[in-house]
């Protein structure tokens, strides 16, 4: 039945077609239009996004620090600091600095295993801390 229909669309004009699909989109109460947001492509890389076994495995990881405790805090700020002067080699002043400009990268294309130890450490000195 559906080559049957298939070998009939072949030999239709391109008006013909047209008018087909309006036709179909009045019947079916459906909007065939491709949205300006849309892409339609043959590409294997977008096409299998949903297939996780062809998904790249993510190796390099970005510590992001995202936000310190208050100036009511003093002592894990302090923490903070000595820790991001560790971690960065920043000055203590370049450090505090840092803190203000949150969110703000640490530590880029780490293994996953130091971003997680880096994290760690932050958060338990009180910082909030995201790794992507």
């Known amino acids: 039945m559906f080559k049957e229909i298939i070998e009939k669309l072949k030999n239709i004009t391109l008006l013909e077609a047209v008018e087909l699909v309006k036709e179909i989109e009045e019947t079916f109460g459906v909007d065939t239009s491709i949205s300006s947001n849309m892409t339609v492509t043959n590409s294997p890389e977008l096409l ?47 450090a505090k600095e840092l803190t203000t400009k949150l969110p703000h990268p640490l530590k880029e294309a780490i293994p996953k295993e130091q971003a997680d130890e880096l994290k760690t450490q932050l958060e338990e000195a009180g910082a909030k801390v995201k790794i992507q």
């Open 48 to 94: 299998n996004v949903a297939d996780p076994s062809l998904q790249k495995e993510q190796t390099e990881f970005t510590v992001i620090l995202e936000a310190v405790p208050g100036e009511d805090q003093k002592s894990k700020r302090l923490n903070i600091f000595r820790l991001i002067r560790e971690i960065t080699a920043l000055g203590l002043k370049e």
